[in-house]
């Protein structure tokens, strides 16, 4: 009588290659309820409802002995079990890959298990070469429990479905097409390796509340959805243990309340159409326990939730998740939980739980709402392709990660971050060579609601090589017309939390930025940010921009873009390094530093730094409210600069100049008259309690007549020092025995 139908089969057999064999081979097992006829010396045939199964791999082994298991479910009926090749050199599977089925040994005699023919044998003729195997152990066992009897067979004998079913047991061997409008209602549909279904154009498949998995062990191919078909999936169905769950090329999906489980890759998208019904609500994409199967656990393993590929001109984004109650998906596990690339994406409300990366978009607009990202790599890659001049842009907006690293957004990507969490990551939002574009992080104050919260992390966010150069205006911007387009910086209304154990080095850190050689060029403003014990507040190193006090700018005037960094709030502390800083400026001129709060933990010792200007010409620093161990450091280069109307209290030292020259000789009056009443009405005061070794000003080998704009500041402190005050001009400066109370 045959196998039974619906039971599954282990067939075990031990192979062993020649040492006279100059061919390896991918062996194939053929389970036919007849047996084989051979009609020469061609392939030989095998019925269309056959059970076929190939190796994964070529067996090229001389030495010992391979062992081959083949897990199947029986159609019913087969009898005869034949062992070789069938299918020539080799066959194109479901997806039109060609899978080569032989290959020659090399110059050395020895195959390199690559799949390709060897370069080594090129020009041997095609009748040169044996494959020849030895077998040895065969045997036929039934594994697991007959629970799936009776089931309704289609196969190659019976290749189209035109019917629909419910409550049924159905068995797959081999590639199906759906024919007409088909729905499968709680139904149990089982596959051998590497069966499908393949809906066809204009057709309609629908799963209702039925699973879909391998019959025994090995993964089978998966669904394919043609152009203009449609694939319905809803109430709990499940497709699990594809190579590739369901790929749609130019077709339509509606794709609810489903499971994806142990997959290659769940969800293929090619070609994506303008349809504005597709959609993805309610789904869990689980890359968990995948099953042993070359194709997808090999080094080139790409297992991804959603992997969107291609999109016609007109294509509409597409989208996951939605805003009612159980509508967002899940993603577990795997690469990324979603892939796109050139194609527009929104994710709304969803969950990516320890994926490598949760969202990877390439060239693509992205907009994440709700989302929760966790226990992986990376929360959002986003990266672009780097010869387009045209901008893309990225939207994240009320969204959690306690990731490694939250966001990662590399070249002409327009950026901007609401409203969300970033907990523990090493980074948070990282803005990477991203020429010309705008960046906001955040809002205009903390009591809109709309800022961010960092907590613990390293870098929370950081922005890096986003240089515009005179010459990179015309090959980078948008329109490719030498036009100049806008570079806009908001980082503002954040709260930037040091958690105890883990170091914020640099709560916002620009490196290597330039914001333009036009005034009207560039808006930065770093502004209304809490941040409480960190080690570092705000570090700018390499960043060019715009001052009040502008030099060698043909035609420039006092009305310029903003450069600011405002109304801060810095809390340091020096637990994990003793040169923590507030506000640190390295070779970054043009910088206005007004009205910021800064406070340290140790304002006794003068290593720690609340505003520190290196290198950093026509700087303002006004208004500011300083109680740390240096209250204002002023290195080297810094012509042009002015510091006025601060309050330093409670400073070891108050304002320090270290090797600095602030003006050139014989240029100064060019730009400001130091003897008018609003150049005088500049007043920096000095307030500084019992603590050892309290400095109100100190000059460190800075000349006399580079420093010309030490004016009418009260010193308020109770031991009060000047050092090196003969080498200064220090008009009008009160000292506390004359200062009015």
Known sequence: TGLIAGQCYRFTYYVSRADVSDRAMKLQVVLSKNSLQTNGTGPIPYPSDAIVHTTDSFIVNKVGWSRIDVDFKATGGEKFITIGLFDNNGFFDADGNYIPLEIFDNSTGECDNTGNQFTGCSNCPASAG???YYIDLVSLQPIGSANFSNPIVYSNANPTITSSHSNSNILISGDVAIASNVTFTNCNVQFNAGSSIIVNSNQTFTLDNSR????????WEGIRVKQGATLVTQNNSVIQDAVIAVMCDNANWRLSNTTFNKYGQDL??????????????????????LLNNSLVTASGRTDYGINILSAQSNAASVVVGGTNTGEGCTFVSGIAGIQTVGVNLDVINSVFNSCQRGIKAVSSEVDVTGSTFAYGFL?????HDVTSFQKKSISVHDCIFSTTSGIYSYYKTNCSVTKSQFNDCAIGVNWYSNYDCDLVVGTDSIASGLGNQFTGCAFPVMLADNKSTANSIILYNSDQTGNLSYTDILISGNRFLGVLGKQTNQCISILEFTLGSDVNYHSLELENNLMSEVSRGIELSNVYGMGQHIRNIQGATDTVAHSWLQNNTISLITTYTSTAKGINLAQSPGMKVIANGISSDAPGHWQNNGIRSVNSETSILVGN??????????AQDALFSSIYCNSLTGNSCGINLAQTRLNLPGTYQAYYNPQTAAWESY???FTSPNIPWTVNFQNYLSSTS????????????????VWNSAANTLENNMQASSMIS
């Open 130 to 132: 044996l494959g020849y």
């Open 212 to 219: 879909l998995t391998i019959g025994c062990a090995l993964m």
């Open 268 to 289: 293929v998208l090619k070609n994506v159409n303008n349809s504005t019904n597709n959609h993805i609500r309610g789904c869990l994409f689980n890359d968990q326990n």
């Open 379 to 383: 929360g959002i890659d986003f990266s």
């Open 625 to 634: 409210a300083v109680q740390a161990g240096t209250g204002i450091l002023m």
């Open 683 to 685: 007043t920096n005061n």
């Open 706 to 721: 580079d420093n010309l704009w030490v004016w009418d500041n009260t010193v308020n402190a109770t031991s009060p020092k």
